[in-house]
């Protein structure tokens, strides 16, 4: 079982590396979920495999130009990193996110995750 702080700085660490589906099977929960202002067929986000077939949707069509993690800032049992990603959807154009992820660790693995994107 991991601390907060081993799996906030983990999980930068896998995102900075760009190992999303890596991050979601050693640091997340079963039954973890998702609040993303992007799930826009209103899929429930629940479950470990829902995110990392999602993730993998995702990424089969996606080119990351760059990421960016900030350093994780802890509050009892939640941490928050600042995300900024440039990337392209296939068929999209070029766009730059910068997003607020705000996580909730229970029991050693990240129960849930959501995403505040400006």
């Known amino acids: 079982m991991y601390t907060?702080?081993?799996?906030?700085n983990r999980l930068s660490e896998l995102v900075s590396e760009k190992k999303f589906v890596e991050a979601y099977v050693q640091l997340y929960a079963d039954d973890a979920?998702?609040?993303?202002?992007?799930?826009?067929?209103?899929?429930?986000?629940?479950?470990?495999?829902?995110?990392?077939?999602?993730?993998?949707?995702?990424?089969?069509?996606?080119?990351?130009?760059?990421?960016?993690?900030?350093e994780p800032l802890l509050a009892g049992s939640h941490f928050a990193v600042n995300l900024t990603m440039d990337f392209t959807v296939k068929g999209l154009e070029r766009r730059t996110i910068d997003e607020l992820c705000v996580y909730k660790v229970k029991n050693g693995r990240i129960a849930s995750q959501q995403f505040f994107i400006n």
């Open 4 to 8: 907060i702080q081993e799996i906030a």
């Open 33 to 70: 979920e998702s609040i993303d202002p992007l799930n826009t067929d209103q899929q429930e986000l629940k479950s470990l495999q829902v995110l990392v077939e999602r993730e993998e949707s995702f990424l089969s069509r996606t080119t990351i130009h760059q990421i960016k993690v900030s």
